[in-house]
């Protein structure tokens, strides 16, 4: 008599983007998951975020694209400008031929948006539950399978176990156990209406206003209803890795050298979230026998290649076509998707710290960097980016895209 094997069963730890993303790759992975979340629901704060083409990609790949590109607003450029005299430096055309060249647009989304485009997904696919209230506090394995335990002490088990729970995560800290690294790096986050916004600056495009020590983003959410509005700055304090809430007083004291024209935004926003920032060293490995880990957890970046959840994304893909392809070997996909992840996610990360020094350049370095780009083509300025925007879903696992 023929007998069907048992399902395969993975437990997700974390319910923000990473973690729904992965839910969904791995049951379109024929995985049947359990996604353990610590907050009281599913949900996300915040503000917003980027969706670059490779992020419309993965979306695609997990069903979910569609519903992120109701929710996005569609950009006409990537803007750089120079926060001290408001003249430009840099600009990436969007439209057309961006969109022929990458596949797919460059959009700007609220965070709880883009949640909300996978959550949907997630909640039709019977083969993912959901626990709340449940915080990770101990994590063991054997050559079968996985076991965590709550706040309360009751254990979960499964074949596998994914740490999606950011960039202050308790399953890193059981797998891997390093420090983070303090930037030292202030964000501001706020959401400003519309008839709130100076209209000299309601502009379809991320504009970065780039300064010394310091700089400003901002463009439109919800359909043109809001702009997302984010400031950052060098401290003068000894930071601690958080979230709290800011002042207006303190972000006009490190904008004092800013032309009146990004200024004018500092005044706009009736509150503000105050993040002291963070990044981790990249590791030669982050996959333990049946466990991994994705997203922030493995690789938290800081902003400024505007990567974070767009990686998230592609980690998620990658990890379902792993599992797929290793046919319920999870310790061998494990090890298969932390082989392309790791120098791919790498490279943003050191990109993106590297783009923070360009962005904040002060004297001397500040003119070669408002030289960098002058008489750029914009094909030469695509060719720059294909390796980040090219990416592909269909041969994620084929080869180290870095």
């Known amino acids: 008599m023929h007998t069907s094997q ?14 729904l993303a992965a839910a969904l790759a791995l049951a379109r992975a024929d995985v049947r998951v359990l996604l353990l979340e610590q907050a009281a629901q599913i949900g996300e704060i915040g503000a917003g975020i980027q969706l670059g083409p490779n992020a419309f990609t993965a979306l695609d790949a997990l069903g979910a694209g569609e519903a992120a590109r109701s929710r996005a607003v569609f950009t006409d450029s990537l803007t750089l400008m120079d926060a001290t005299n408001a003249r430009p430096v840099a600009r990436i055309e969007t439209g057309a031929r961006f969109r022929e060249r990458f596949a797919n647009p460059y959009g700007v989304i609220h965070r709880a948006d883009i949640h909300l485009s996978i959550l949907e997904a997630v909640k039709d696919n019977p083969l993912i539950q959901f626990r709340t209230n449940t915080q990770i506090k101990a994590l063991e394995q054997d050559e079968h399978g996985v076991t965590v335990t709550d706040q309360h002490g009751e254990r979960y088990s499964a074949d596998a176990m994914i740490g999606c729970d950011g960039v202050k995560s308790a399953v890193r800290a059981a797998l891997i156990g390093d420090e983070p690294r303090v930037t030292g790096h202030v964000v501001y986050r706020a959401v400003v209406d519309t008839e709130n916004m100076p209209k000299d600056l309601q502009l379809n495009a991320p504009v970065v206003w780039a300064g010394p020590h310091c700089h400003l983003v901002h463009y439109s959410l919800r359909g043109g209803r809001q702009y997302n509005l984010v400031v950052t700055f060098h401290s003068r304090e000894q930071e601690v890795w958080g979230v709290r809430d800011g002042s207006k007083e303190e972000v006009l004291s490190y904008f004092e050298g800013i032309d009146a024209l990004p200024r004018q935004m500092l005044d706009r926003p009736t509150s503000w979230k105050r993040w002291a920032t963070a990044d981790r060293d990249p590791v030669e490995q982050w996959s333990f026998g049946r466990a991994t880990i994705l997203g922030d ?35 061998a996909a494990f090890k298969r998707y932390e082989a392309v992840r790791i120098p791919r996610t790498a490279r943003v990360l050191y990109s993106a710290r590297e783009m923070g020094r360009v ?44």
Not at 6 to 19: E, K, L, S
Not at 304 to 321: F, H, S
């Open 6 to 19: 048992p399902a395969r069963r993975a437990i997700v730890v974390g319910g923000g983007i990473g973690g």
């Open 297 to 331: 957890a493995a690789h938290p970046m800081t902003q400024y290649v505007a990567q974070g959840a767009c990686q998230a994304l592609e980690d998620a893909v990658t990890l379902g076509a792993a599992v797929k392809a290793a046919d319920g070997d999870f310790v």
């Open 359 to 402: 962005y904040h350049a002060m004297g001397v370095e500040r003119l070669v960097r408002n030289a960098l780009w002058v008489g750029r083509s914009q094909e030469q300025f695509y060719d720059s980016l294909q390796w980040l925007y090219g990416w592909r879903a269909e041969d994620c696992l084929d080869t180290v895209v870095v």
